[in-house]
């Protein structure tokens, strides 16, 4: 019989104490938003809602107390959305985290 | 305001093709058969039924086409069970994975 070949794989995400606050779904959103500076182009790209979405960056921002994105309301496009500093850094981690993350698993599956 | 301590986590499998095939509670059980050679102690200790342990093994060796754990019936204790090669090799791998994704989240954490 042939050796099925067995992978490692992982989901990442951050806490506060025992709470969950932010995994792939909230990075992919803010990976969105800093590209497109808009909350519902952001929500599309990453086939939620656009209630979903600013329900969970509501969420987060509860968790964390403080703000991850900003909005400058008016003109005719509706406003810009743009990631914070916190927002940023938590998108930054999240991202290097995966990156190291993913290498480990290829680094031991490329010695198997 | 205090700023919140953000700590990374994760949940670490192992998967064939798309297939979830061993994850945490596996490796737990796995883990305490190794110690124990009794999969009714072992499930026990890591706070299973009898019937859940067996069952999860069962499905483990579907997917994987082999064993993983061997039993010796008869005796006065009902047999006595060990793991096989392939049983340790998957119980290997993850605890090795598990620690060296454990040390970069670490790493990660103290440079905050």
Chains 1, 2 share one sequence.
């Not at 400058?72 to 850094?89: A, D, M, V, W, Y």
């Not at 930054?92 to 680094?107: G, H, I, S």
Request: charged share 35%; glycine share 8%.
């Amino acid at each position: 019989m042939t050796k099925r070949k067995i992978s490692p794989a992982f989901k990442l995400w951050f806490q506060i104490g025992e709470d969950y606050v932010f995994g792939e779904g909230a990075y992919e959103l803010l990976e969105q938003i800093r590209k497109k500076k808009s909350i519902s182009a952001a929500a599309k790209a990453s086939r939620m809602s656009y209630r979903y979405a600013w329900a969970h960056i509501k969420e987060i921002e509860k968790h964390l107390g403080e703000s991850i994105v900003k909005t400058q309301k008016g003109g005719k496009q509706g406003g810009k959305t743009e990631i914070t500093k916190e927002g940023l850094s938590l998108l930054t981690r999240y991202k290097r985290l995966k990156e190291l993350m993913t290498k480990v698993c290829e680094e031991e599956t490329s010695q198997k």
